[in-house]
């Protein structure tokens, strides 16, 4: 099983990517921004827990997304390979996430880090916010607010990984087309 981590801030491709490679390559997707919002859209307590941080462009707790991700990985183990998609965003949790995959005799083949100047970010995020109505693309204080919350907490997630030489940066600014077939080269490398 090949497990691949998409990285980058919000709103550099990862989700989009993340159903690309999913298509070409059959691989199981684990979005943790898309499991929140399905917990908010059933209002369970981890749902209305997660939302308050979600609506400022604040990152959900630790604990909660690791919880979370426990479950959804203890159950898909006959996956020919997991994507993990906005998971992990702190050091904490890629750390847990290695503790989780040790246990299965398994651990992280690469992390593909998406490269994209912010007020790209800004722009790509605003126009997904008109189109799809999501809250926390709508506002763009929100959106600024996400992005800093990337480069305080998450970005040092990819040092992390960079000592254990598995993180490979891939320019983010081209085309939905051109990036995904810079993201082939190197799973190629990894599949074959
Ligand atoms: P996510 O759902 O992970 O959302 P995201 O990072 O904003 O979006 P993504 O990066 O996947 O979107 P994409 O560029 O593909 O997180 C939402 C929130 O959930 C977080 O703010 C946080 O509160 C919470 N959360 C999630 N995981 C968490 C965790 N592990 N810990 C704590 N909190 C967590 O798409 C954006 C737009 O750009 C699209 O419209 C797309 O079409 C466009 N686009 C993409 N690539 C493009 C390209 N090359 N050219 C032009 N447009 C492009």
């Not at 490269?115 to 959106?143: F, Q, T």
Request: some cysteine.
């Amino acid at each position: 099983m090949i497990n691949l981590i998409l990285f980058g801030p919000p709103g550099s491709g990862k989700g989009t990517q993340a159903e690309n490679i999913v298509k070409k390559y059959s691989f199981l997707h684990i979005s943790t921004g898309d499991l929140l919002r399905e917990e908010m859209k059933n209002e369970t307590k981890l749902g209305l827990k997660a939302k308050n941080f979600m609506d400022k462009g604040d990152l959900v707790p630790d604990e909660v997304v690791i919880g979370m991700l426990e479950d959804k990985l203890r159950n898909n183990q006959q996956a020919k390979g997991i994507i993990f998609d906005g998971f992990p965003r702190t050091v904490n949790q890629a750390k847990a996430l290695d503790r989780m995959l040790e246990t299965l005799n398994k651990s992280i083949d690469r992390v593909l880090s998406l490269k994209v100047n912010d007020e790209v970010l800004v722009e790509r995020l605003l126009k997904r916010g008109a189109i799809s109505g999501r809250a926390d693309d709508r506002n763009e204080s929100v959106i600024r607010n996400r992005i800093e919350k990337y480069w305080n907490k998450t970005s040092p997630v990819a040092e992390y990984y960079d000592s254990k030489c598995v993180l490979m940066e891939i320019p983010g600014e081209g085309s939905i087309g051109e990036t995904f077939e810079l993201l082939c080269g190197q799973l190629e490398m990894l599949v074959e």
